[in-house]
């Protein structure tokens, strides 16, 4: 069984950055791959950036390629998303999640434990 907590959200102006932390308990954090998805208000649940349990393997949706960096330190058990040039239409509320033994995946329903959210708000 594996708990996530999400923070570092927050409210920053267009073009601005901040980094989203991603807490696990237990111990086999390592052994689990680690994503982020994102909800807009009155849409569905989006992929935004999947890392590997080594870390080795990453992936991105089209939309922040090259603004976001996923990353994990298996050391403290958390997975980070830098998000950089941040833009109006980031708004949403990020949610980290984690799958056990599977290869990434973009497809929400492959992942197993999902955190409570964080809230990032980006003004134009």
């Known amino acids: 069984q594996v708990q996530l907590v999400e923070s570092g959200g927050g409210l920053v102006q267009a073009g601005g950055s901040l980094r989203l932390s991603c807490a696990a308990s237990?111990?086999?954090?390592?052994?689990?791959?680690m994503a982020w998805f994102r909800q807009a208000p009155g849409k569905e649940r989006d992929f935004v950036a999947a890392?590997?349990?080594?870390?080795?393997?990453?992936d991105y949706s089209d939309s922040v390629k090259g603004r976001f960096t996923i990353s994990r330190d298996n050391a403290k058990n958390t997975v980070y998303l830098q998000m950089n040039s941040l833009k109006p239409e980031d708004t949403a509320i990020y949610y980290c999640?984690?799958?056990?033994?599977?290869?990434?995946?973009?497809?929400?329903?492959?992942?197993?434990?999902w955190g409570q959210g964080t809230q990032v708000t980006v003004s134009s």
């Open positions: 237990g111990r086999t954090f390592s052994t689990h791959a």
């Open positions: 890392i590997s349990w080594s870390g080795g393997s990453t």
């Open positions: 999640a984690a799958t056990r033994w599977r290869p990434i995946s973009r497809d929400s329903k492959e992942y197993d434990y």
